[in-house]
């Protein structure tokens, strides 16, 4: 694979499977989609798809064939720890057909942070690898995530992977990255519609999203312009601006507030 963050003409898409019983659940809140996607953003990477299955393994490989012939890149978050019910490897192995056993190069990973008394069955566990993979390295705890193909393995622990990400950016080849123009308005989303609406019409390269919100007692709207073009972006937004101006509403190109 290229460099990182390539300004290609191409659209690079992604998805991320995020694995784990405990977040279908509730116990655990997701924390890492979020930050997988603005990491990608920035890199010109479009997350276009995001799921949550459980620790099952046809579950998991249902998703992981599904997801990795649909988009450039598959970011799978969970299921590689030291116990029973981390079968990430195992069902990515079965995606792709092919065996998985212990891995040297990630076995001597585990003791450079365990002595070889404390290299328990569990710990030696993740140092299972499907074979063809490429490790990932893991500076926060050594046990390492794995590629396969397009599919990038790694911990559900927010650190961890937030430190593989960064470790595996590399590898990756971005396309333009979307340019942003912010429009923060007092107007109500329902009153911003059909004037919105006008707008996308008459500027179909950008997307145009709106996100409402209450603050200080008060309603208002977000409306953010994308394009790969900064140009297009602004008109549009000065677009949206005097539409709203034109409907007697305030309406400022800037940051999005902070809501309550």
């Known amino acids: 694979m290229g460099e990182a963050g390539g300004a290609e003409d191409r659209i690079v898409t992604a998805a991320v499977l995020v694995i784990g019983d405990e977040i279908l659940s509730g116990r655990t809140p997701d924390r890492n989609i979020a930050h997988i996607a603005a990491h990608l953003d920035r890199m010109g990477i479009r997350l276009m798809e995001a799921r949550v299955v459980p620790d099952n393994q046809a579950e998991i490989v249902a998703s992981l064939n599904a997801l990795r012939d649909r988009y450039t890149y598959l970011f799978t978050t969970g299921g590689i720890g030291p116990t029973h019910d ?19 190069k990630a076995l001597g990973r585990l003791r450079q942070r365990h002595a070889e008394a404390d290299l328990t069955p569990g710990r030696r566990r993740m140092a299972r690898i499907p074979h063809g993979a490429s490790l990932i390295d893991n500076p ?19 650190a961890i992977m937030a430190a593989m990400l960064d470790a595996l950016s590399p590898r990756l080849k971005g396309g333009k990255v979307l340019k942003i123009v912010n429009i923060t308005s007092d107007i109500r989303e329902g009153d911003a519609a ?8 008459a500027h179909g ?18 409306i953010v312009c994308r394009s790969t073009s900064l140009k297009d ?8 601006v005097a539409a709203f101006k034109g409907m007697g509403a305030r309406a400022d190109i800037g940051p999005a507030p902070e809501t309550d």
């Open 194 to 201: 059909e004037p919105l609406a006008a707008v996308q019409a």
């Open 140 to 158: 926060v705890s050594q046990a390492p995530g794995f590629q396969l193909g397009n599919v990038f393995v790694m911990a559900g622990v927010p």
């Open 86 to 104: 981390d079968i990430t490897a195992d069902a990515v192995a079965a995606a792709f057909g092919v065996d998985i056993s212990e891995n040297e």
């Open 233 to 240: 972006a602004a008109a549009a937004a000065d677009a949206v």
């Open 205 to 222: 390269d950008v997307s145009i999203g709106s996100y409402p919100f209450f603050r200080q007692g008060g309603f208002g709207t977000v």
